[in-house]
């Protein structure tokens, strides 16, 4: 793992290591990211899991392992699905999709692996 940037804020909800996280209740909290609409911010980097209004670190910007949630190929822009996994970005037509980074490695379901976080948005 090479992280350029880490914060640290509290859970506002479980989250899982190697998961995508989203902007909490308010500005002190961050929650598990659960759609490719979510506004995305980094990846938790949490020794275990992490509960509700534990202090959680996240990677904002660099090189993160997350945890993929399906197939992806090595350059694909990622997102999260419902369980803060990532996967490949893939809006319909005229869809908005937030993206967290671009995945380093070709992965399936369940494999952990490094991703490029570059946070952005991209319309079908």
Not at 78 to 95: E, F, I, W
Not at 106 to 124: E, F, K, L
Request: proline share 3%.
């Amino acid at each position: 793992m090479n992280p350029l940037l880490n914060k640290s804020k509290l859970a506002g909800a479980a989250i899982t290591k190697h998961r995508i996280v989203k902007f909490g209740a308010d500005d002190d909290h961050v929650i598990q990211g659960a759609a490719a609409t979510d506004s995305l911010i980094g990846v938790c980097e949490a020794v275990g899991a992490a509960a509700a209004e534990d202090r959680v670190d996240f990677i904002v910007a660099g090189i993160a392992d997350v945890e993929y949630g399906g197939t992806v190929t090595r350059g694909a822009l990622l997102t999260s699905d419902a369980s803060g996994k990532a996967v490949a970005a893939a809006p319909a037509t005229g869809v908005n999709n937030r993206i967290i980074g671009v995945a380093l490695v070709s992965a399936v379901d369940g494999d952990i692996g490094p991703m490029s976080i570059q946070p952005g948005s991209m319309q079908g």
